[in-house]
């Protein structure tokens, strides 16, 4: 991995951070900064966004299946180049002309030769995709919940499958540099899964071992015109994303599938660990020119951290993230809704508001649909903090600058 210089964030003196816990002790009327869910993202607007400025993923939190996907900070397509429009002094002349005559709609559709090619564009770096028993498919749905805790920038899914309760967490750090997700279930030896890599883009993945899956692939040298194929352009920026497989000591076993896939048999708990990094060495360096071997680099930046508890690596994710969160609180006017149970009006669902502050099984989407009726300022701090998580979580010092939708992307040509 790329030295990624010096920390220029510097740690905040203790009296100086504000500690969320500390309003319910003093009687405080704001919610958790949690947004939450009552089931599996339908749409990727709807999935929970983590990362630690140069890793990220989207978590959908489907029970049977489960996609997390995964984006790295330096994957574009594109090369070193001259990108100047030299066609754009003549058709700033025409659209003056245009604009001085009056013609107006001439004008706007003349000025799009003022934009030159198309831009090159921000890709994906992949899925980590699980697949679980298809017992998990009767889940128990009005035990579901989901949520990203934006206090410890933790996402989190629980369900029930009969009588056992099924957990996963995920959290990506930066002090570790990995994007990590442990799943368990309540009853000892419960715990069966499949997991694997996959891309859009051009890769091959292999079992290294027997608990890492290595992915390595090729971002497109330009932007791809929506006739050609992503695998007819492969000379862009390599890639490659190590996922290590960790389980519970003396219980359960992991089995290697067609050399792509592993699967976990009878375990208490698991974990995974996903790094990632690329052959992107700075602005001016061709693709091709670059000597650095992301398989390489990604794998000596796990062997640190491989053998950290999951505790141990949490505290470090905590004491790094809270250190630039607890900078700054908000709590708003006392909220005129009173302690007591969901409500929906008799009229219409769009008239759903909520009573109580406690109550987990409101969702947040139940909450901005509420606002309408009842303006809930907790709902106005959420939002607020949701802006400086999605910050903190898609830049740092280091990182690329953040892009239009920070560090996330699904598509291989996005719209923006």
Known sequence: MEDRGLDLVRRSAEKDLWNP??????????????????????????????????????V????????????????????PGNYTNHNAPEALLEVRKLVDNGKYAEATETAIKLTGNPAEVYQLLGDIKLEFDASHLTYAEETYHRELDLDTATARVKYSVGDVEFTREHFASNPDQVIVTKISGSKLGSLSFSVSLDSKLLHRSYINGKNQI???????????????????????????????????????????????????????WAVLLLVASSSFNGPFTMPSDSKRNPTSESLMSLKPIRDLSYSDLYAHHL?????????????????????????????????????????????????????????????????????RYLLISCSRPGTQVANLQGIWNKDIQPKW
């Open 21 to 58: 816990s500390s309003m319910e002790a003093d009687g405080g009327s704001s919610k958790p900064l949690k947004i939450t869910f009552n089931g599996p993202a339908k749409h990727w607007t709807d999935a929970l966004p983590i990362g630690n400025g140069r890793l990220g993923a989207m």
């Open 60 to 79: 959908w939190g489907g029970v049977a299946s489960e996609t997390l996907m995964l984006n790295e900070d330096t994957l574009w397509t594109g090369t």
């Open 214 to 268: 290595i992915m390595e692939g090729s971002c497109p040298d330009k932007r791809i015109p929506p006739a050609m194929d992503a695998n007819d352009n492969t000379k862009g920026i390599k890639f490659s994303a190590v996922l290590d497989l960790q389980i519970s000591d003396g219980r359960g076993v992991i089995h290697v599938l067609d050399d792509k896939k592993l699967r976990v048999e009878g375990s208490d």
């Open 319 to 387: 004491n790094d993230y809270q250190n630039l969160f607890h900078r700054l609180s908000m709590q708003l006017a006392k909220s005129s809704i009173s302690d007591g149970p969901l409500r929906k009006r008799s009229s219409s669902a769009t008239d759903l508001y909520l009573e109580g502050s406690k109550n987990d099984t409101v969702s947040t989407a139940e909450r901005v649909k509420s606002f309408q009726t009842d303006e809930d300022p907790s709902l106005v701090e959420l939002l607020f903090q949701y802006g």
